[in-house]
């Protein structure tokens, strides 16, 4: 049930996300379109607290529960940027607002940019501190056993982003030079 669950989630926020952008900017309600992008995030608090309740109700910890924590972290963290980064596009599209800028591709500008989403992703991560919670709430090692890999694999997921980030901060890519015309 709890993968279903996930799923679902996945599913509610992409026709959330869709359905506030399209009446906000399609059919021109922003105040209603802002009401379905603030429920995108909310549909999350949902998951944590259904995976605790399996695990109190004599449920033994398995990836599913520890997949929705993961989720829940990420989602937390990268939701509103995702919400803000469609926002952007949508009303490009079809409010006549500016084109986006995108991001930086160059220099330190990229490795600052680089750094910011190693820190999102970093404190994403922080969603291991839910598995702990589930883990002392439950009060039984034997059965939460696959919390702690799953806190291992959240650290070692931001250890990506951090990589990248210094690949950028030690060995920026420099803009090409512009050739000239002739």
């Known amino acids: 049930?709890?993968?279903?669950?996930?799923?679902?989630?996945?599913?509610a926020f992409w026709v959330l996300l869709g359905a506030g952008l399209a009446v906000r900017y399609l059919l021109r309600r922003p105040r209603v379109g802002a009401a379905l992008l603030v429920c995108v995030p909310l549909v999350d608090l949902v998951l944590p607290a259904v995976a605790v309740a399996d695990l109190r109700d004599g449920g033994t910890a398995a990836a599913r529960h520890g997949l929705a924590a993961a989720y829940v972290g990420f989602s937390a963290d990268y939701g509103h940027c995702v919400v803000r980064w469609a926002d952007a596009r949508f009303a490009h599209r079809f409010a006549g607002s500016p084109k986006p800028s995108p991001a930086p591709?160059?220099?330190?500008?990229?490795?600052?940019?680089?750094?910011?989403?190693?820190?999102r992703t970093a404190v994403s991560t922080a969603?291991?501190?839910?598995?702990?919670?589930?883990?002392?709430?439950?009060?039984?090692?034997?059965?939460?056993?696959?919390?702690?890999?799953?806190?291992?694999?959240?650290?070692?997921?931001?250890g990506i982003p951090a990589v990248v980030a210094a690949s950028h901060t030690l060995w920026p890519r420099r803009e090409p030079a512009s050739s000239p015309r002739g």
């Open 1 to 11: 049930m709890l993968v279903t669950l996930i799923i679902g989630s996945e599913i």
């Open 105 to 119: 591709r160059y220099g330190r500008a990229r490795a600052v940019h680089e750094w910011r989403l190693f820190g």
């Open 127 to 158: 969603a291991a501190a839910l598995l702990e919670l589930a883990v002392r709430l439950v009060a039984d090692a034997g059965r939460t056993a696959a919390l702690g890999e799953w806190q291992v694999r959240m650290g070692a997921a931001a």
